[in-house]
């Protein structure tokens, strides 16, 4: 019984990591990034997870990717609004990484 307090909570800080590492890696095998709506739409026809591309920010383009691909605006997070880039579907600056997703 010595120790055995000690012990759990290694035992859980490991299995904890060992969690967060799979599905970090997970993630990061289903993410893909896109610099144009040809690879965002050849992407989006599978089963990609999240792909990041860059967004101007209207809902124009928005709703024009929805109806094209199924695919909505997930995230856009904190951070890439400084990565330069083109809105992925009209070509405009984009105000950032935006990440997309269908829903299956
Ligand atoms: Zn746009």
Redesign the pocket.
């Known amino acids: 019984m010595d120790g055995l307090t000690g012990r759990v909570i290694e035992l859980l800080t490991e299995i904890q990591a060992g969690l967060f590492a799979r599905a970090l890696k997970f993630r990061d095998e289903h993410t893909t990034r896109v610099t144009n709506y040809e690879d965002f739409k050849a992407t989006m026809e599978g089963r990609p997870g999240f792909v990041i591309a860059g967004?101007?920010?209207?809902e124009?383009?928005e709703a024009e990717i929805k109806a094209e691909t199924q695919a909505t605006l997930r995230n856009i997070p904190f951070g890439s609004e400084g990565i330069a880039g083109a809105?992925?579907?009209?070509?405009?600056p984009?105000i950032g990484e935006a990440w997309f997703a269908k829903a299956y």
């Open positions: 967004w101007c920010g209207a124009a383009c809105c992925v579907k009209c070509g405009k984009s």
